[in-house]
């Protein structure tokens, strides 16, 4: 943990690393109060309490006027400026550190709209262009601008250099900061096909790749401009190819000079031959994609018809009638399971229902009972494509194979446990999709949820999930993935106690503390669906919090 010293001095605000041995008093929450001008947190209640912070930055700038902010260290600087974009009043950045400026940081800096100008040690030639275009004045205290290796033999000057860049040599050795440079040029750039290395080195070759597989750039090729005839390394490098393609496809090739090929006549004919079966290859390949392509948009394009289709006829139908028809059907069946012969009519006022009986008052929900009178609820995931209703039948398969139209369809459709009660929920309520990965329908972006960026953020914790019923909002307190098993899809429970072992066991397997307690008489949601090539279950599991 370390201690982030905010501190205040004519008209500017101040944040550096707190150094001397005062501790952090822990009745303030992990904050000491130093004097009126200033004050320490740690970086971790910064990043847990990042609301509360920017809003207790924002009052400071107010308070004491000031439009001027000077950051000590850049890794400070990737705590506090994604906390500034609700303070409007600051609008001029120091950046004390004698250390070139990060894409990273450079990318924050154009969302913030509030900054006018900054002030660094030095910076890429690029990145000023990239802030200049979004209004931001940049001065470095460094006449000579910092260029990396690979930046400056692909002559990667200006922004539009990196945005359409379809051939670059990559220098050897690659040092870190070649390195970090490649990886923020794979961020920028859209149109890369071909690599160029000057040398085979296994450590570099292979940090390459997973730069590219990070960024999800594929169908590149890397070409290795060196004469290789160590039998051990072309075989290692035809071990790769195949993985590579394969996982990734990414293409590696050699390319050998003429004196060689003139020498190794024979052999570059073998080489040929390979090249044209490879060529074979990646074309069978493309076409591969390009078809599974096709099909992931014709899938896309489906839903998105389905879902624009459904909000018409939430839009053109009053559901006044179909809810009290549905009302007093329940009603009566409830009455009926109580060996009551009441038979109310259908134009009678809705009579007084029994206590396990709960009326329709969803009128967004009931209107959908018209194209399909097995939707049961509606499901929101914050931050992924996930806004569906969600339907239940008699089994676990019928929406496997059938969307909410009740048509044919691979994709299948958001549905609930055949086996929960949506009307008196469960203690475990469960709903399932299938990880149509590639289109991102269905639960397609729920992967999105086992990513840290997601999992921490305070917003994405809360799922929604209304009913017919009532509206309601669940806390996540669990995520992970699990080799295919069922014990995680219970609904019944023996007692308070099996309740509570099954929710140590599904907590116990989280990738992340969430700190949300679980008591007996709790209900929880979880949504679950394939992962890993289906050999893995990905599941999430959150707790009612509230609901009307």
């Known amino acids: 943990m370390k201690k982030i010293l905010i501190s205040i001095k004519d008209k500017t605000i101040i944040f550096s690393y707190k150094t001397s041995n005062s501790s952090i008093n822990n009745d303030l929450i992990n904050t000491n109060i130093i004097s009126n001008n200033e004050l320490i947190f740690s970086d971790v209640y910064i990043s847990e309490n990042t609301k509360i912070i920017s809003s207790f930055i924002k009052e400071l700038v107010l308070q004491y006027n000031i439009d001027n902010l000077i950051i000590s260290k850049t890794e400070i600087a990737l705590i506090i400026l994604p906390l500034l974009n609700k303070v409007p009043a600051l609008n001029n950045i120091y950046f004390k550190e004698d250390e070139p400026l990060s894409y990273t940081i450079c990318e924050i800096l154009i969302n913030l709209k509030n900054i006018k100008s900054i002030n660094c040690y030095t910076i890429q030639p690029f990145m000023i262009e990239l802030l200049d275009k979004n209004n931001i004045t940049c001065e470095t205290r460094s006449e000579i601008l910092y260029m990396s290796n690979f930046m400056e033999i692909n002559n990667l000057v200006r922004y539009s250099n990196i945005y359409y860049k379809s051939n670059i040599r990559i220098p050897t050795p690659l040092n870190l900061e070649d390195l970090k440079d490649f990886e923020n040029f794979c961020k920028i750039n859209k149109y890369l096909k071909v690599i160029h290395l000057g040398k085979l080195i296994k450590s570099e070759i292979s940090n390459i790749i997973k730069v590219l597989v990070k960024q999800n750039r594929y169908n590149i090729k890397i070409i290795i401009h060196e004469n290789i005839n160590d039998e051990k390394i072309i075989n290692y490098l035809k071990d790769l190819n195949k993985?590579?393609?394969?996982?990734?496809?990414?293409?590696?090739?050699?390319?050998?000079?003429?004196?060689?090929?003139?020498?190794?006549?024979?052999?570059?004919?073998?080489?040929?031959?390979?090249?044209?079966?490879?060529?074979?290859?990646?074309?069978?390949?493309?076409?591969?994609?390009?078809?599974?392509?096709?099909?992931?948009?014709?899938?896309?394009?489906?839903?998105?018809?389905?879902?624009?289709?459904?909000?018409?006829?939430?839009?053109?139908?009053?559901?006044?009638?179909?809810?009290?028809?549905?009302?007093?059907?329940?009603?009566?069946?409830?009455?009926?399971?109580?060996?009551?012969?009441?038979?109310?009519?259908?134009?009678?006022?809705?009579?007084?229902?029994?206590?396990?009986?709960k009326l329709i008052t969803n009128a967004k929900l009931a209107a959908l009972l018209s194209v399909n009178e097995e939707v049961v609820g509606e499901l929101k995931v914050n931050n992924t494509n996930i806004d569906y209703p969600v339907v239940q039948t008699k089994d676990n398969d019928y929406y496997l194979s059938h969307n909410i139209n009740k048509d044919k369809n691979a994709n299948g459709w958001i549905f609930m446990d055949y086996r929960n009660n949506s009307m008196n929920l469960d203690k475990n309520n469960i709903i399932y999709g299938h990880n149509m990965y590639y289109s991102g329908v269905m639960f397609g972006t729920l992967h999105k949820t086992a990513n840290k960026d997601w999992y921490t953020n305070p917003e994405n914790q809360i799922i929604t999930f209304n009913t017919l019923y009532e509206n309601m909002e669940f806390k996540i307190f669990s995520i992970y993935r699990v080799p295919k098993t069922n014990d995680y899809i219970r609904v019944f429970f023996e007692d308070d106690n099996d309740f509570l072992d099954f929710i140590d066991l599904i907590k116990n397997r989280s990738i992340y503390d969430f700190n949300v307690p679980i008591n007996a008489d709790d209900k929880i949601l979880t949504l679950s669906t394939c992962s890993n090539n289906g050999t893995k279950r990905l599941v999430i599991h959150a707790v009612l919090t509230t609901k009307d």
Do not use: M, W
């Open 243 to 357: 993985i590579s393609k394969r996982k990734y496809h990414i293409i590696l090739s050699l390319d050998y000079s003429k004196e060689y090929l003139d020498k190794n006549i024979f052999k570059q004919t073998i080489i040929n031959t390979l090249k044209v079966c490879g060529l074979i290859i990646s074309s069978l390949v493309i076409l591969v994609v390009t078809y599974i392509g096709i099909s992931n948009y014709v899938a896309l394009k489906q839903v998105t018809k389905i879902k624009n289709d459904l909000a018409k006829v939430v839009e053109n139908i009053d559901p006044t009638d179909l809810i009290n028809e549905k009302n007093k059907e329940n009603i009566k069946q409830a009455e009926d399971n109580e060996k009551n012969d009441v038979k109310p009519s259908l134009d009678e006022p809705v009579p007084n229902k029994p206590d396990n009986v």
